[in-house]
């Protein structure tokens, strides 16, 4: 037990060293490896304490006993779990920025950057650690300031310190929410601890509904669910990639796991059909977010916001998994509530692997080539292989495709979602079909949007000279990636790793796997409903490639090649001009999802003379959408704005009119006391 406690201050004293080093290394050579070492290091140690928590106790430390600043740290295996997917992700994103980080070399404030990084990681542990009010709080901040200082650490690009500030004002937006939350279930408990939150008899049901909306719209923010993600697509792409790959998956991982308490740990939904509509509204705003994320993402061109749009995506599938899982226990279907639980905690696990593996590998990209609009790219695969290989590993994963790690994650979900025939209410069926009905589009949208984003950067020709000279990264950032994609691989070929762990970590009454036993989805009969078994899935992939090779090989033997040159439709060459874009390929969709996107083509036409209107020089066409959710916001904002001009005008400045204003408050107060309105 005492070896974990120096555990937990040997983390805590890695990432502190790295952040010192950091701030005080400006100049020196080796400023890169006395930064990112520690925080490889302490990486390293918080995989090993999740592993630790999960085979041995929970972690209890009490550092001091005053009721507001009591500094408590609870490490049981919920936040355990959460530990690892820190760990995990940082462990790989701190190797990767070995060689990343030298790019801002030539920057004076390039030391901040690390100092920044290493406390960026160990406030998200320390949030997840936290079991009191106070300090929870305190650090939630510090992750905010500290994410903030990221995404404006190129600041001078305007667009970023826009982001920036967009990203602050809704992150302090959700935190009033969390804070709101918080005091509602201090005034019941009178406790700062959040063990106090656990004791259900104290606290009624009505403050417990008050105190969850607060804190769903408070994490939910932090999460960039819809339609609180304004600040997503905007910060992930502005902070450094090392940092987005953090910001997306760990991060929103953080506010998951905020959710997580608050649902299964603050309160006990098992049996309870109270708790119905909480789950039914998660699963409502799941869909939704999964669904606008995905339809963003699709016509984007940025390769960094493409994946931010994705992470939102993601995001709605996991609230859906959880939704549904409140759903179950409320008709007591205790067995596919687990089911949803351990679906949407893997598609946790799994969305952390892969969407570090492609910001790491768009990161990588930027690098290389010094853009991020993949209009400008193009046959990369050529240029850079290895790059290549590790994105299409992730890319696979994300759409869901066997046998890598998001396919089980999403197989899962969607058993979830197909076993509602179970739950006794027509109603909730038809209902629940819904949001079925919204995945399948998802996914079917997500292969549309990643297989787009792969073949116009890395297939066909190289479309600008940035492209064209771009080069392979260095061993540290494709060792990065190479973690994180040996993970997908990992857990995808072997399943039952990922479940078995969370099973551990959550304490759920899940019959632990092994590697030659299918997934069943069992019914509540005991019915099998459903089963995978990912080694069959392999053998039959492989057993079809081959075949597939062989058989080319044996007939190919016996027959003659004739090469030719590719047919040119008779333009007479094929260039970087007469390839597919990516606005072309996304074109078609736009037009059917036009509500979302409100497309608009333009086209100019340039004569060799004004006078003759016949004979054309060129013609240029441009396609445009919107983001209905940014116009939203505009609008919002104008009218905050011009509500709070027409407030300013009572600050005149004149000591009259604020005696006067002094004097209607207390006529106020003294006509509700008399009235009896307040004691």
Not at 205 to 215: C, E, G, K, M
Not at 407 to 414: K, R
Not at 424 to 433: C, H, K, N
Not at 610 to 634: A, G
Request: aromatic fraction near 14%; proline fraction near 3%.
């Amino acid at each position: 037990m005492l070896e974990n406690f120096y555990l937990v201050y040997a983390i805590v004293g890695f990432f502190s060293l790295g952040a010192i080093f950091g701030l005080f290394s400006r100049g020196k050579p080796q400023h890169v490896y006395l930064t990112y070492i520690p925080s490889i290091i302490g990486s390293f140690l918080a995989i090993i304490l999740s592993i630790v928590v999960f085979t041995s106790e929970d972690i209890h430390i009490t550092l001091s006993s005053q009721q507001i600043f009591n500094f408590e740290i609870f490490i049981d295996g919920v936040a355990a779990f959460f530990i690892l997917i820190i760990g995990l992700i940082s462990f790989a994103v701190s190797i990767y920025s070995l060689s990343y980080s030298k790019k801002f070399d030539d920057k004076k404030n390039n030391s901040n950057l690390g100092m920044l990084f290493n406390l960026f990681i160990i406030s998200m542990m320390l949030v997840v650690a936290s079991n009191n009010i106070f300090f929870f709080l305190i650090f939630w901040e510090l992750i905010s300031l500290t994410s903030f200082f990221l995404v404006i650490y190129e600041h001078d690009n305007e667009n970023n310190l826009k982001s920036g500030l967009t990203y602050l004002v809704m992150t302090h937006l959700g935190t009033a929410f969390i804070l709101a939350s918080f005091l509602f279930m201090y005034a019941q408990s009178g406790s700062f601890s959040f063990d106090s939150f656990r004791d259900a008899g104290i606290i009624p049901d009505y403050v417990r509904d008050i105190a969850f909306i607060l804190a769903f719209i408070g994490f939910g923010t932090k999460a960039g669910m819809v339609p609180l993600h304004i600040w997503l697509p905007q910060a992930h792409p502005s902070a450094p990639s090392n940092v987005s790959a953090l910001m997306s998956a760990v991060m929103l991982k953080i506010a998951i796991y905020g959710i997580v308490r608050y649902l299964f740990d603050f309160n006990s939904i098992d049996g309870s059909s109270h708790y119905l509509w909480w789950g039914l509204g998660i699963v409502v705003i799941g869909s939704i977010s999964a669904l606008v994320g995905i339809l963003y993402a699709l016509v984007e061109r940025d390769i960094k916001r493409i994946l931010a749009f994705s992470s939102i995506e993601n995001i709605g599938i996991i609230l859906i998994g959880l939704g549904l899982s409140v759903v179950f226990a409320s008709f007591n279907l205790t067995s596919l509530s687990v089911l949803a639980f351990v679906a949407s905690m893997f598609h946790t696990l799994n969305h952390a692997i892969f969407k570090g593996l492609l910001f790491t590998t768009a990161g990588s990209i930027h690098h290389s080539t010094h853009t991020k609009n993949i209009e400008d790219l193009g046959g990369l695969i050529k240029k850079m292989p290895w790059t290549g290989l590790v994105f299409l590993i992730g890319t696979i994963a994300i759409i869901g495709l066997p046998p890598l790690n998001g396919f089980i994650s999403e197989w899962l979900i969607l058993q979830s979602l197909l076993s509602v025939f179970q739950i006794p209410s027509t109603i909730l069926q038809v209902s629940l079909a819904f949001a079925s009905l919204a995945l399948a589009l998802t996914m079917g949208l997500a292969a549309a949007t990643f297989v787009r984003l792969f073949g116009i950067s890395f297939l066909s020709k190289s479309r600008t000279l940035k492209a064209a000279n771009a080069v392979e990264v260095s061993r540290f950032m494709l060792a990065g990636k190479a973690i994180l994609a040996s993970s997908c691989i990992l857990l995808g070929i072997l399943p039952f790793i990922g479940i078995n762990l969370i099973a551990t970590a959550f304490n759920l009454s899940y019959t632990p796997l092994n590697p030659f036993e299918p997934l069943s989805i069992i019914t509540e009969d005991g019915k099998s409903f459903a089963s995978l078994m990912m080694p069959t899935v392999l053998i039959i992939l492989l057993s079809a490639f081959v075949s597939i090779f062989v058989f080319v090989k044996i007939i190919g033997s016996k027959t003659s090649t004739k090469k030719y040159n590719t047919w040119d439709c008779g333009f007479g060459g094929l260039s970087e001009r007469t390839q597919y874009t990516a606005t072309s390929l996304a074109e078609p969709l736009s037009r059917i999802f036009a509500v979302f996107y409100k497309p608009k083509n333009e086209i100019i036409n340039y004569f060799y003379s004004d006078q003759n209107q016949y004979l054309k020089k060129s013609i240029e066409m441009s396609h445009t959408t919107r983001n209905i959710f940014d116009e939203f916001y505009d609008l919002t904002l104008s009218f905050s704005l011009y509500i709070l001009n027409k407030i300013r005008k009572i600050q005149t400045g004149k000591i009259n009119a604020y005696i006067l204003y002094i004097m209607i408050a207390l006529l106020s107060l003294l006509f509700a006391m008399g009235a009896g309105i307040i004691e």
